[in-house]
């Protein structure tokens, strides 16, 4: 019933990196690294003489994960050395046809450095601005913002109608058993676990439900409640003060976020030192679509 219920705020994005130029530092490697571990310089092929190193398949790899993922290790490798291989062939074919002396070439290339070079630099930020001081402000800061939120562990019945849900009421108050009526009557995906659906806040589910589950006392069960998804019958099993995860459980995420923010903060410093003109909107003042957005991290979420 999570997956119904919950309301799920879109993730944050950092705007600033894309796929365009071949091993662009900032994207995402592979879990795991580089399939075999080797020294950088290690020639791997050659192609009419030209070499290939494992520095090159790294990079490669890099770039190329992502639509590899589903490969084993020694298979993806070949696929990459072949990917090489080939790029090594069609660019020099390319510069026997003179390819590199086109404007419209030499655009690309002063774009694709640009954008090596503003990742690589930002990787350096990013890297340099996860200290342990940072990632514990941020889950203190985190933390706070849920002190004192109550949260409860809840069960439910889920059904279309009404007349329903009333069918269901009556039975529960001749005793049936709340779980056992959940499993054989909730049209919930969660009906096979007798409608649990554990702990949670109020702003993590639908206002209606929400309001019930959290007016009722630990033990009670709700008279029908309607909402988008049809009616239900609530139980609350237990009642607590919320309490944050523990910092090594979020830790990967905190991490995550100080980096983008580092990297945000850096740029924003930048753009504020920097004379910037848009002449194509001569009436408004200079600004950037592509601005990082540095708002403070969700509270720790349930999960």
């Known amino acids: 019933m999570i997956a119904t219920l919950t309301r799920t705020p879109a993730a944050v994005r950092f705007g600033l990196l894309t796929t365009v130029a071949t091993g662009c530092l900032a994207i995402a490697w592979l879990a795991g690294g580089p399939a075999f571990a080797q020294d950088a310089n290690t ?13 090159d398949v790294t990079l490669a790899e890099a770039e190329l994960g992502p639509s590899l993922q589903q490969m084993d290790p020694a298979t993806r490798r070949e696929n990459i ?3 090489l291989i080939d790029m090594k062939i069609v660019s020099k074919a390319a510069e026997d046809k003179k390819i590199g002396d086109k404007a419209e070439f030499k655009q690309k290339l002063t774009f694709a450095r640009n954008r090596l070079l503003m990742d690589d630099l930002l990787e350096q930020e990013g ?19 849920i002190s004192g939120q109550e949260e409860v562990h809840a069960r439910h019945i889920l059904v279309p109608t009404e007349e329903e849900a009333k069918k269901i009421e009556e039975q529960l108050k001749k005793g049936a058993d709340f779980a056992e009526l959940a ?10 676990d007798g409608g649990d659906l554990g702990f949670f806040t109020k702003d993590q589910m639908v206002p209606e439900f929400s309001a019930a ?22 139980k609350v099993e237990e009642k607590r003060p919320r ?30 030192e920097a ?22 991290p969700p509270a720790p979420a349930k999960e």
């Open 213 to 234: 589950a959290f007016a009722l006392e630990p033990g009670k069960i709700s008279a029908p409640v309607k909402s988008q998804f049809g009616w239900h019958i609530i």
């Open 275 to 296: 004379k910037v003109e848009r002449l194509d909107k001569k009436d408004e003042p200079a600004k950037s679509d592509a601005k990082p957005d540095a708002k403070a």
């Open 127 to 145: 890297k340099a601005g996860v200290t342990d001081e940072a990632m514990k402000k941020v889950y203190d800061d985190a933390a706070k913002q």
């Open 243 to 272: 309490k944050p995860p523990e910092f090594a459980q979020v830790k990967a995420q905190i991490e995550n976020f100080v980096t983008r923010k580092a990297q945000a903060d850096y740029v924003a410093k930048l753009r504020a």
């Open 81 to 83: 050395i072949a990917f």
């Open 183 to 192: 499993k054989k009557e909730s049209k919930d995906p969660g009906a096979s």
């Open 43 to 55: 020639v791997v092929a050659k192609v009419n003489g030209a070499e290939i190193r494992q520095s």
